[in-house]
């Protein structure tokens, strides 16, 4: 039991929330017009990964886990204990569908699933998601969905032939999941607070997770390992993390894409080689073509206060997210605090893919989460180079930041990059 507990711990409260129905449906998946068993594989066993297959299990009672696959057996043999611990009844994966290696994800798509969980590295997440939707399957994608322009164009890509093929595609953007704050967007859309002028998000924290360095391993072993400390893995810590403060920009403004971005950001605190090259903190600017302003600050450094909120003010009244305080609330001449219902965002987010898929009517979020992703990418862009960047320029980059997918292999030495420099580092 005490296995049990922790494995709770570490994923999330989340794992445990009570499952509420979806905002979109008005009937809970099992009782949908498919009745049908909805098998599930998952491409990537580390700690989200193993949250997200134990969510969704959770949310659909008729839903099975029947294939697994990572790079690490370890890994894989971890996320499956857990996941027996806390869903055994609906976990079917014997060891012939157990895959390990670089090419697992292959066989994850060759098998007979219905649905996939990408929860890879996102470095890994555009190739997997063009090749899910090409084998026909619905797909969980979590956040980000890129590491770089090339990468969310192929995500666009994909995301176009998903619509064609009816395939639903839902994102690990939680917070567009989380009814408080469905509410909230809601009246802003409505006109509650006027026109949106500006947008402040902040996202501080402490410092994360690290795995020192064993004998047996690789560099490559070893930088997949520790993965987040390294642009072309993770994207930078703005891109793996702080696009979820940014996809509430994009929230707030419909959808509307910034004209020019301008950035900085540096590493003070993490300054030693075990974390790779990302930074740990950034402040960026985003300017959009009626004037409105988008402003994003952030760090990651222990021993540092935390906050994560945002702040959208408006003609006639200001929008106030406090996620530490619980606070969702409008100041002005309508003014409103959310006092409904509570839901579990992780659990809703798969009750209303299960829903989409059995009820014939396919949620797909590809070219949300690719534009969201890529607000985080060109905030990087700008800070690491220290020069201000338009949409049009960023979009179109073909710097891509590691390896082709044909070229992973344990022996590979990926040359990473030195710490950014602004005014030194190019970009584009």
Not at 7 to 29: E, H, N, R
Not at 216 to 242: A, P
């Amino acid at each position: 039991m005490n296995e049990r507990r922790n494995f709770l711990k570490s994923t999330g409260t989340a794992i445990i929330g009570t499952a509420v129905l979806p905002l979109t449906f008005s009937v809970q998946p099992a009782q949908a017009s498919i009745n049908k068993v909805l098998k599930v594989g998952l491409i990537g066993c580390g700690g989200r990964g193993t949250g997200a297959a134990a969510q969704a299990l959770k949310a659909d009672p008729d839903a099975i886990l029947s294939c697994m696959a990572d790079i690490f057996p370890d890994y894989l043999e971890e996320s499956y204990n857990n996941l027996m611990m806390v869903s055994p009844n609906q976990v079917k994966v014997d060891k012939t569908n157990q895959f390990i290696g670089f090419d697992a994800y292959k066989k994850v798509l060759d098998s007979d699933v219905d649905v996939v969980i990408l929860t890879t590295p996102p470095a890994f997440r555009p190739h997997h998601f063009a090749e899910a939707v090409a084998a026909g399957k619905h797909v969980f994608c979590e956040k980000p969905v890129a590491v770089d322009a090339a990468g969310v164009r192929a995500v666009l890509e994909a995301a176009k032939k998903a619509k064609e093929k009816g395939l639903s595609v839902v994102s690990g953007f939680t917070y567009r999941y989380d009814f408080p704050k469905r509410a909230l967007f809601e009246k802003i859309s409505q006109g509650d607070i006027g026109e949106v002028r500006s947008i402040l998000t902040v996202r501080n924290g402490g410092g994360l997770w690290y795995k020192n360095r064993r004998p047996d391993w690789t560099e490559m072993e070893y930088q997949l390992r520790n993965w987040y400390y390294y642009d072309w893995l993770s994207g930078d810590y703005i891109v793996e993390m702080m696009v979820h403060s940014l996809d509430l920009m994009s929230w707030a403004l419909g959808g509307q894409l910034p004209v020019k971005v301008t950035g900085t950001g540096g590493r003070q605190a993490r300054t030693e080689p075990k974390w790779g090259n990302i930074y740990d903190h950034f402040a960026i600017e985003y300017e959009y073509a009626n004037g409105i302003k988008g402003m994003h600050f952030s760090r990651q450094q222990q021993g540092s206060s935390n906050t994560n909120r945002a702040e959208i003010v408006g003609r006639e009244g200001d929008a106030l997210i406090d996620i530490g305080r619980q606070t969702h609330a409008i100041r002005g001449s309508n003014s409103w605090d959310y006092e409904g219902e509570k839901n579990n965002p992780y659990e809703t987010q798969h009750e209303e893919l299960f829903a989409g898929i059995r009820t014939g009517k396919p949620i797909n979020e590809g070219e949300l989460m690719a534009n969201s992703t890529m607000l985080a990418i060109i905030g990087r862009m700008s800070a690491y180079s220290g020069q201000t960047i338009s949409w049009e320029d960023a979009i179109k980059s073909n710097l891509t930041l590691g390896p082709k997918m044909e070229e992973y292999d344990w022996d590979l030495v990926w040359q990473v990059p030195s710490v950014a420099v602004p005014g030194v580092t190019k970009v584009l």
